[in-house]
């Protein structure tokens, strides 16, 4: 079993910053991938950000690039997304991710909130 539980979040006005992380438990292995993914409402979920198992691969959505940093801490299993230059429209809900054999692990979500 994994267990991803996020902290962070919260309520930012536009051009503003934000931090969530991620601490991941359980039966971990590698490689494996972590990401952010994040739902807003009314709307599928979308891949934010995801980092390599060494930290040497990220990814990021076009919508966030040059905003948004992912990092990861292996010896603690943690990762963490960096927003800044937050929008209204990066108002979503918030998941971490965890891909490994072949499965995803998901945590129960961080509201982010920017308002105008």
């Known amino acids: 079993q994994v267990q991803l539980v996020e902290s962070g979040g919260g309520l930012v006005q536009a051009g503003g910053s934000l931090g969530l992380s991620c601490a991941a438990s359980g039966s971990i292995f590698s490689p494996n991938y972590m990401g952010w993914y994040r739902q807003a409402p009314g709307k599928q979920r979308e891949l934010v950000a995801q980092?390599?198992?060494?930290?040497?691969?990220?990814a990021y959505a076009d919508s966030v690039k040059g905003r948004f940093t992912i990092s990861r801490d292996n010896a603690k299993n943690t990762i963490a997304l960096q927003m800044n230059s937050l929008k209204p429209e990066d108002t979503a809900v918030y998941y971490c991710?965890?891909?490994?054999?072949?499965?995803?692990?998901w945590g129960q979500g961080a509201e982010v909130t920017v308002s105008s």
């Open positions: 991710n965890l891909q490994q054999g072949g499965l995803n692990y």
């Open positions: 980092i390599s198992t060494n930290g040497r691969i990220t």
